[in-house]
């Protein structure tokens, strides 16, 4: 079974420029989350969804950051404009159930630079 | 404010010994408890986890130890192994429908051939 997959693996733009990251979840998972890693610290979710139904996004810095999962399936993460701290590692991770016992699956993530 | 704590950035151990990785929790509606293990250039990946109705929980090489009152769980790899050098999260949740994975800064393990 395929895993969560993210792209792309690495991303470098320059301050202000837009940036978008493409996440297709595990088959049948019904729950997705973005979450962002900077250096040197855990990751921190940024929002959870159930189905296409943005259930958690709290955290999400909404006045640059945006996401859409339009079928319920893959799902797209979209900063503009990026900022110097928006450089990070973007993880996209999937569950079978948005409960506290779902084991999250991630992906790869997306490495990002903002020059 | 770091609700889950992973004081030792680092950890060296002999392959065949011992490896013990320590995490501390100041949220006390956590109740359940996850490490996940992260390679360069992968995402973290599922490792072991304990609910809070238990002390310990294991898995193969793999042993939770969770000490509700003080707040701390451990992770015991035994005979830890080369292949197990990685960064390990301790992560922590609380039951509830819009409940999270609150992720630790992570611990740098290495083990020496």
């Known amino acids: 079974e395929a895993g969560v997959v993210q792209s792309p693996r690495y991303k470098i733009i320059e301050k202000k420029q837009p940036v978008a990251f493409w996440c297709n979840p595990i088959s049948g998972h019904n729950t997705l989350y973005w979450y962002r890693q900077n250096l040197g610290q855990g990751p921190e979710l940024l929002i959870r969804y159930e189905n296409e139904e943005a259930v958690d996004d709290s955290q999400l810095p909404k006045d640059r950051f945006s996401a859409e999962r339009l079928k319920g399936v893959d799902s797209t993460l979209k900063i503009q404009p990026a900022e110097l701290g928006d450089s990070a590692v973007y993880l996209c991770?999937?569950?079978?159930?948005?409960?506290?016992?779902?084991?999250?699956?991630f992906g790869p993530g997306t490495r990002l630079t903002v020059l | 404010d770091q609700q889950v704590k992973q004081n030792s950035p680092s950890l060296s151990v002999q392959e065949g010994r011992i490896s013990i990785l320590n995490c501390d929790y100041t949220?006390?509606?956590?109740?359940?408890f996850l490490w996940y293990k992260k390679y360069p250039a992968e995402g973290p990946t599922f490792l072991i986890s304990i609910s809070s109705i238990k002390d310990k929980n294991e898995d193969g090489r793999f042993t939770v130890f969770l000490n509700k009152s003080a707040k701390h769980l451990s992770l015991h790899i035994v005979p830890s192994q080369p292949g197990d050098s990685a960064v390990y999260f301790c992560?922590?949740?609380?039951?509830?429908?819009?409940?999270?994975?609150?992720f630790g800064k992570g611990i740098t393990l290495s083990v020496r051939p």
């Open positions: 991770a999937s569950s079978s159930g948005g409960g506290s016992t779902d084991t999250q699956y």
């Open positions: 949220n006390s509606m956590f109740d359940y």
């Open positions: 992560a922590a949740s609380s039951t509830g429908a819009n409940s999270k994975l609150t």
